[in-house]
């Protein structure tokens, strides 16, 4: 499906330079190859999702930030409920003591693991890569998230998604060079969305 050159998603696998981005918020970043684990057990409506999302794509412009969330991102984040259980908060106002609220845009979390997705604005600059650092390095502060030693997250045009892993200690994130395209990538998108939530646990 064609877009309009104004308001086509962002590249989210362009390069932007790391340093600059990320040395006054007090946190380390670099880009590198994750390889996150999927969950093994049998994901019974997945292929509903794909086949559902893939009937209506063809009718639907994608111009917009707020179309992609509602017909590419919130159809996954509910299936992925589905098969986990897990909290779910949108539009959430993060409040760390003494600083500005964050907004997480989809706020995920079980017993005790807790996730962000962020989707990405039309910024030209990181295409979102600093908006999912700063909601990450938000939830490392939080009182409410559990004392996981790493925080994964996910930055997304709706189209396409790319993960994020925080390393609490040495506060840096590996930004990971994989992207996961949609509809094509549902399947192994789901996968690691449902293990970031309950790690090796949906047998």
Known sequence: METSNSNKPCNLNRNFDLDAESADLGYSLSQRRLS??????????????S??????LPFVSLTTERSRREILVAPIVTEVIHY???????EYSLRISGQPYQAINYLLRTENQIFTIQTVEEDANNCGIEKLAAAMTALDQWSHTPKQSTLLGAVTTGTVWRFACFHRVSRHIDLGLESYLIPNDIEPLMRILINALYPADYE
């Open 84 to 90: 986990t259980q897990a909290q779910l908060r949108i």
């Open 51 to 56: 086949n559902r999302i893939k009937e209506v």
């Open 36 to 49: 996150l684990s999927g969950c093994q057990g049998e994901l019974e409506k997945i292929h509903q999702l």
